[in-house]
């Protein structure tokens, strides 16, 4: 389970630098429909959006960058969008100036923040897909080896079918008709 939370870490950090790993963590979240690792709040914590791509020239007051590179907004890319809620998905302040005072309630059971995307993380979505495989597995293989016992069960009722059985009866009979009666 480790390495499997490494991959998904690393991809979270190369999201918008490495293009495979950006449709690979989209198609993850959109079939699973789920957000980050453990919770949406992954994204928030992971750098990931290259600096370059922020405008650091404002305020440091009023900038959205931490001195570690890491950002004060909490955004999350757009395949955390739950597309079934009716109201536009406020995955991005840097972008929805007008969201940014519904974003500072995100940590409120009852937000348009959180109502718009994914809260819940893939480790359970995958450790369910995991699971059912290794389930699905398992089935085959007790499967197999039912076979297997029951071909040796009746090799062996064979073997001891021919084995009892007398040998060449037929043939005794016939030459015991050939034989002279004297």
């Known amino acids: 389970m480790e390495e499997l939370s490494y991959c998904i870490e690393r991809g979270m950090r190369e999201y918008l630098l490495e293009s495979h790993w950006k449709v690979m963590i989209d198609d993850l979240q959109q079939g699973l429909q789920c957000c980050g690792f453990k919770s949406y709040e992954d994204w928030f914590k992971t750098i990931w959006i290259p600096i370059q791509s922020v405008r650091t020239d404002l305020d440091p007051m009023n ?49 348009p923040f959180r109502d718009s995307i994914y809260i819940e993380g893939c480790h359970n979505g995958l450790l369910k897909g995991m699971m059912g495989a290794l389930s699905s597995f398992n089935f085959l293989a007790a499967l197999i080896i039912m076979i297997q016992v029951g071909v040796i069960i009746i090799a062996k009722y064979l073997q001891d079918f021919t084995s009892n059985r007398p040998v060449n009866t037929k043939l005794d009979v016939v030459e015991s008709e050939k034989q002279p009666l004297i």
């Open 63 to 111: 900038s959205p960058v931490k001195e570690d590179g890491s950002l004060l907004v909490p955004i999350v890319p757009h395949s955390c969008c739950n597309p079934e809620v009716r109201i536009p998905c406020l995955h991005d302040t840097l972008q929805q100036n007008d969201t940014i005072s519904q974003w500072s309630s995100a940590g409120g059971a009852a937000s």
